[in-house]
């Protein structure tokens, strides 16, 4: 089954719905999220995606990532897809948001406004197989150093995004004591 996911304007504003495979091999605009989990260590989860995955696959990337779905708000469809690809739940908080086109393989395009939001979690996820292969706790030192080694090893919007991620996290960390959105 192929999703349908939402197309967006420039504004962030619904124009429309195609299927996730349409949206990638054509480059549309569209909306989608990124989930930071982090540790009582400030230690971030990072997946390893599933070898299968239609792109991007076996790469290392943030703790959980996918698209906004009709019928649904972005921040319900990203608590439901942590769980189902992580197998926690944890409160959210939306951190920014960002806009960024690149190619990948297999001859799609991702182009997407990416929401990025962030939670707290100190247990052991429980995978699923067909989103993620692996998954471990990294410091940001870590990633960095392991970003300039192996920038390979990672997907190209958890490159991109990583250096605002912590930026944002730093500012955002000491005015939020079990914040929420959900």
């Not at 991702?110 to 979690?121: I, Q, R, S």
């Not at 390979?152 to 990583?162: A, E, G, K, Q, S």
Request: charged residues 25%; hydrophobic residues 40%.
């Amino acid at each position: 089954m192929d999703p349908i996911i939402s197309l967006i304007d420039e504004n962030d504003t619904i124009k429309g719905f195609a299927t996730k495979s349409d949206v990638h091999k054509k480059g549309l605009l569209h909306r989608a999220f990124s989930i930071f989990v982090m540790n009582d260590k400030d230690e971030l989860l990072l997946q390893k995606r599933a070898a299968d995955k239609y792109h991007s696959a076996s790469l290392w990337t943030n703790t959980c990532c996918s698209h906004a779905v009709p019928g649904e708000s972005l921040q319900t469809t990203a608590y439901i897809r942590l769980k189902e690809e992580m197998g926690f739940q944890c409160n959210l908080r939306w951190l920014f948001s960002f806009r960024y086109r690149a190619e990948l393989d297999n001859g799609l395009v991702e182009n997407e406004l990416d929401h990025v939001f962030f939670g707290f979690f100190d247990g052991i996820p429980v995978i699923n197989p067909k989103e993620a292969s692996a998954f471990k706790w990294m410091s940001f030192d870590a990633i960095k150093n392991d970003m300039v080694k192996n920038p390979l090893n990672y997907t190209v919007w958890f490159r991109l995004i990583f250096d605002n991620f912590i930026e944002h996290f730093d500012k955002s960390k000491e005015h939020c004591n079990n914040c929420t959105i959900l």
